[in-house]
């Protein structure tokens, strides 16, 4: 905080009490980056020369939106910006603060502004914020009241207000790759801060394996590692060692990243399908464990291959949409863990089947006609002529029935007027529908031949 910031805020801010030095603070918290330079990671916005860097650097900084995984260090370098700055820093909760709240701070900022001073606002977890919480924001924002810092593990297109959204720049956070992760770690063993002072023995492969289980996290990374050494072997020396069988313990469930009502949920899925539909067997089995392993329901999935057998396969293997459904049944009838390799064989048939989009081509663009020609009315030949007085009216006058001829064809026309010439499937040469499109071709040179004088017929 600069100098002659009014001291209240702090206290708005934190509750300090007279016993806080005496509890220890966990090692992720002890060892957070105060500068550039200790902080590792996010190499495309930090990196020399880089578009946040400059900013920070030079005291350019404008409202802004760090949008990441957890623990890539979207707090962290909020609090690095507050140290560079030159302006007040408010470190705002989404969860615990009301609107009276957010009306306090931001009039109390919009006075600092009257004398000079910039205030910077920090919001963890803005997308909790509700529209009329964001809301508050936007006058302060727009008058330069306060420069917003939001950090949220939400995408903001979905979770923050749009004329919030549009005066704040999104900045992306990644997850740290496990060469970085791994940089944290053996800082951990080094500074004083973290166990620098110790005497601890452990491998530079459990370092690596920490890495690896963090998936990214950088907090996870360091909650794992103290925990394993708490965990350690004291010896009689007092040094700790680290066995692998406590490493094992200590990881012996991986958290994978994966939120079902979050946007990783919708990301994950996606990328399930699309290695389906590019024929991809071995990422289709990976993104199927991944769900499934952090907990997805399989009915969820199973119901999604069902779609895809459809939507992607179609008349190519018609076989594929039995496999989906048999799949289905079978996660219905036994349950995780047993299902997982009835849904392995389904990813694994509807990567490997013929593709065709056919079927969905086919209805969007009848959905389309449906949707802008909704006063189309249904030929009175094919109209049920039930009553005396629709029969008299011409409904069903001229039904031809398809059975009682030779070839079990008509010419009958069954769509309106005004669409008569539309073509809605299209089959392609994929798998078995080569077969079927070579069927619709003689149905229509068929039709076409016994055309009615003026009646066109593709």
Same mark, same amino acid.
């Given at each position: ?45 930090? +990196? =020399? ?16 939106? @760090? ?38 701070? #931001? ?27 964001? &809301? ?16 949220? $593990?939400?995408? *903001? ?24 992760? %791994? ?7 080094? &500074?004083?801060? +973290? ?18 289980? !963090?998936?990214?996290? !950088? ?7 103290? #925990? ?27 958290? %994978?990243?994966?939120?079902?009502? +979050? ?17 991809? *067997? ?8 991944? #769900? ?16 895809? !057998? ?22 219905? @009838? ?8 009835? /849904? ?9 089947? *013929? ?5 969905? $081509? ?12 909704? !006063?189309?009315?249904?030929? /009175? ?5 039930? $009553?005396? %007085? ?16 030779? &070839?079990?064809? $008509?010419?009958?026309?069954?769509? =309106? ?42």
């Amino acid at each position: 905080m600069s100098e002659g910031a009014p001291a209240e805020r702090s206290d708005r801010v934190e509750q300090h009490t007279l016993f806080e030095n005496d509890v220890p603070q966990p090692l992720a918290a002890r060892l957070r980056p105060q500068t550039l330079a200790e902080y590792v990671g996010q190499t495309q916005l930090l +990196g =020399p020369g880089k578009v946040l860097r400059r900013l920070i650097e030079k005291d350019q900084v404008s409202s802004m939106i @760090f949008w990441g995984p957890p623990g890539v260090g979207k707090t962290t370098l909020a609090r690095i910006i507050a140290n560079h700055t030159k302006a007040a820093f408010i470190d705002f909760s989404a969860v615990t603060s009301s609107i009276k709240d957010i009306r306090a701070v #931001m009039y109390k900022a919009e006075e600092n502004r009257q004398y000079g001073e910039k205030t910077i606002v920090f919001v963890d977890e803005i997308h909790r914020f509700n529209k009329a919480q964001q &809301d508050a924001f936007l006058p302060f924002v727009e008058k330069g009241s306060i420069i917003l810092i939001g950090a949220t $593990t939400e995408n *903001p297109s979905f979770e923050i207000n749009g004329a919030l959204l549009s005066r704040c720049k999104v900045f992306v956070l990644q997850i740290l790759r496990s060469e970085e992760l %791994l940089v944290l770690l053996h800082h951990a063993m080094q &500074d004083e801060r +973290g166990f620098g002072g110790q005497k601890i023995e452990i491998a530079d492969r459990m370092l690596e394996a920490i890495a690896v289980f !963090a998936n990214g996290d !950088a907090r996870t990374a360091l909650s794992t590692l103290e #925990m394993v050494v708490l965990n350690g072997n004291v010896q009689a020396d007092g040094s700790i060692q680290v066995t692998p069988e406590t490493l094992e313990q200590c990881t012996a469930k991986k958290s %994978l990243l994966y939120d079902k009502n +979050g946007e990783e949920h919708y990301n994950i899925i996606s990328a399930l399908h699309k290695s389906m539909r590019n024929s991809d *067997p071995d990422a289709a089995v990976y993104w199927l464990a991944r #769900m499934l392993e952090a907990g997805e329901d399989p009915l969820y999935v199973a119901r999604r291959i069902t779609r895809f !057998a459809s939507e992607d396969i179609g008349l190519a293997d018609p076989r594929a949409l039995e496999i989906a459904v048999a799949a289905y049944q079978a996660c219905h @009838f036994i349950g995780m863990p047993e299902c997982t390799v009835h /849904l392995t064989q389904a990813v694994v048939y509807m990567s490997l089947a *013929p593709k065709s989009n056919a079927l969905y $081509t086919a209805y969007e663009a009848a959905k389309r006609d449906a949707v802008t020609q909704l !006063a189309e009315p249904v030929p /009175l030949v094919i109209r049920n002529g039930v $009553t005396k %007085l629709m029969k008299e009216v011409g409904y069903g006058d001229g039904y031809q029935y398809a059975h009682n001829t030779a &070839d079990k064809l $008509t010419d009958m026309q069954c769509l =309106p007027d005004a669409l008569l010439d539309r073509e809605y499937y299209v089959p392609t040469e994929q798998g078995l529908e080569a077969r079927y499109k070579e069927r619709l071709s003689k149905i229509k040179q068929w039709k076409a031949s016994r055309a009615h004088p003026g009646q066109s017929r593709k």
